[in-house]
């Protein structure tokens, strides 16, 4: 009997000791597992040579990343590619982003760390461009014209001018060396009339004749320092080191001695074409992230994506008509005699802009009794009574205040603007009350506006003209201004913005009348006048072109290969 109950009473025993053993481990924790970050990136993307292509959600291919267990850690993302180079138009919001390669900025890869919220708003706009890539065409002087078979090319970045002569010589070329009167003139016409940009002239202390403040001038070439064109008074050295060249006045196209380590634009000089021949194949863009392995446990993940890009060649052009252009013959198949004439109501009815839809109706803007309209027809010129109101919409702002251009966004919203109006209808026709205040903008900068366009990134551009100027207006999609700009295209008033080309990388074409008072062989009197901006409104460069006498551009049509027509008068004659 007692062995029986040593027996349990061990049994007990055994049994209490395996019971302190749960309780024991009953505190212990197991560390969640690092969840990998993620890439998302658009399918196969296509683009034309010298085309930037753009990734962004309102295209409907944008870049982003997550990462599930991140919370506000930072991690690391690398975008790079094989040929041509990225950026991005927001490098560094709010200061949130580090660079360890690259600094966003046409760069092949960059490489930078921040919170996921940080890096996805730099994602929001990626530029890509393909080798080759040449924003617009190069300014070149040849031989027939008088000039020299040199390229120049205005860079709008404000440098020192010893940073200024290496960057020249970095891509080929070096600071421009004015040899002539034609070519100071051919020069001054590279850039607005408030920059004053470095020219490739220095003063050697050490050459043969130096003496203060006009011994020893040189060119960076070596060319011989013969022709001069020094405003009066110049060069007079008059801060003691003022022993480079700048540009002065440029109405009357002279220059100044300048102190070097200040900061300006520059003018850039070519022997031979800098630009490279565009490449054409398959392109490959990789966005890698590392999430630093700041969670959990089993390290850093690193999640890759690529996307691959086909850049086509440029398109070649139709061939031209056989049939006779000019002078056109009206076509009496459409109404009898080639002709219609609308009248919609008793008041003034009249098209000012108009498109042709993919479905073959015809949109259109202009006014309808003399008040903002937007209308519809069919392919015959009958009103579409499926849109808008039996046909259109009428927005009474006042009698006389017209619809003068639209443009349809990529959810098929129309956009249309006139006087100082911004109105956006529903594909239907309908006011789309999403926008502004119940669909209409008043703005207050742009007082005549011609011309709007959609960014990459889904903001409205709407161009036009106040007080003289070329004034621009940004808008988000929701109708709010983050962007008012004002441009002297001429150099004395007058000038009329009148139509805007957008492109892929963010820069901005401004294109109207500029008024070139004093410029034109001393004469007032108007030219065609481009502005080219940055996505943050920076001015980048300028361009007039003399077509005779009260020359006026109208609209500007781009081509398939980045260039671009200006259509307008001239002189008398259509331009």
């Not at 920059?195 to 060119?219: C, F, M, V």
């Not at 009148?498 to 062989?521: E, F, K, Q, T």
Request: a negative charge; one cysteine or more.
């Amino acid at each position: 009997m007692r062995r029986t109950g040593e027996v349990r009473g061990r049994r007990v025993q055994s049994r209490r000791r395996h019971h302190s053993r749960l309780e024991r481990l009953e505190p212990r924790t197991v560390l969640a597992v690092n969840v990998p970050p993620i890439v998302m990136v658009p399918g196969a993307q296509t683009t034309v040579a010298d085309t930037p292509l753009a990734f962004t959600d309102y295209r409907g291919n944008q870049i982003s990343v997550a990462d599930p267990d991140a919370s506000a850690n930072q991690v690391t993302v690398t975008l790079s590619v094989d040929t041509g180079t990225l950026t991005l138009l927001n490098p560094d919001p709010g200061g949130g982003l580090t660079y360890s390669a690259g600094d966003g900025t046409n760069d092949t890869a960059m490489t930078f760390m921040g919170t996921v919220a940080d890096i996805n708003t730099a994602l929001r706009w990626v530029s890509y461009k393909p080798v080759g890539f040449v924003p617009e065409p190069m300014p070149f002087w040849p031989v027939g014209g008088g000039g020299n078979g040199h390229w120049y090319e205005y860079i709008a970045t404000n440098r020192t001018w010893e940073q200024a002569r290496a960057d020249a010589q970095a891509r080929g070329g070096y600071l421009a060396t004015i040899t002539s009167a034609a070519e100071n003139n051919y020069v001054f016409g590279l850039f607005g009339s408030s920059a004053t940009p470095w020219l490739g002239g220095y003063q050697d202390s050490a050459a043969p004749g130096y003496s203060e403040p006009a011994g020893g001038w040189r060119w960076v070439t070596g060319e011989p320092w013969s022709y001069t064109s020094w405003a009066a008074g110049e060069p007079n050295n008059g801060s003691n080191a003022e022993n480079v060249l700048r540009t002065g006045s440029q109405s009357a196209k002279t220059w100044i001695d300048a102190v070097g380590t200040a900061t300006a634009p520059y003018v850039i000089e070519y022997d031979s074409d800098p630009r490279i021949p565009p490449f054409t194949g398959t392109a490959t863009l990789t966005v890698t992230i590392n999430d630093m392995g700041d969670v959990g446990v089993g390290g850093q993940e690193i999640v890759s994506q690529t996307v691959p890009i086909t850049i086509t060649p440029v398109p070649a052009y139709a061939p031209s008509p056989t049939f006779t252009t000019f002078p056109w013959v009206l076509d009496d198949t459409f109404d009898g005699d080639g002709r219609m004439a609308l009248s919609i109501t008793a008041g003034v009815d009249y098209i000012a802009n108009m498109q042709v839809l993919p479905t073959g109706k015809i949109l259109a803007v202009g006014a309808v009794n003399d008040r903002f309209a937007i209308m519809r027809f069919n392919a015959d010129f009958t009103l579409d009574d499926t849109f808008g109101d039996g046909g259109g919409k009428q927005m009474d702002f006042g009698a006389g205040l017209h619809a003068r251009s639209f443009v349809i966004d990529s959810q098929g919203r129309i956009i249309a603007v006139g006087g100082n109006r911004v109105v956006r209808f529903t594909a239907a026709g309908a006011v789309d009350t999403t926008f502004g205040t119940a669909g209409v903008v008043v703005t207050d900068h742009v007082g005549q506006c011609h011309s709007v366009k959609v960014q990459a990134d889904g903001r409205v551009v709407v161009v036009g003209r106040d007080n003289n100027y070329f004034r621009v207006t940004r808008y988000s999609s929701a109708g709010v201004a983050d962007a008012n700009w004002q441009y002297d295209a001429g150099g004395d008033g007058g000038d009329w913005g009148r139509d805007v080309i957008l492109r892929d990388d963010g820069d901005i074409l401004l294109v109207g009348r500029g008024w070139a008072g004093g410029y034109w062989n001393g004469s007032d009197y108007s030219a065609f006048s481009v502005v080219r901006i940055d996505a943050n409104g920076t001015q980048e460069a300028q361009y007039w072109a003399g077509v005779g006498n009260d020359a006026f551009v109208n609209s500007a049509l781009p081509l398939p290969d980045g260039k671009f027509l200006l259509i307008g008068r001239g002189g008398g004659d259509l331009v």
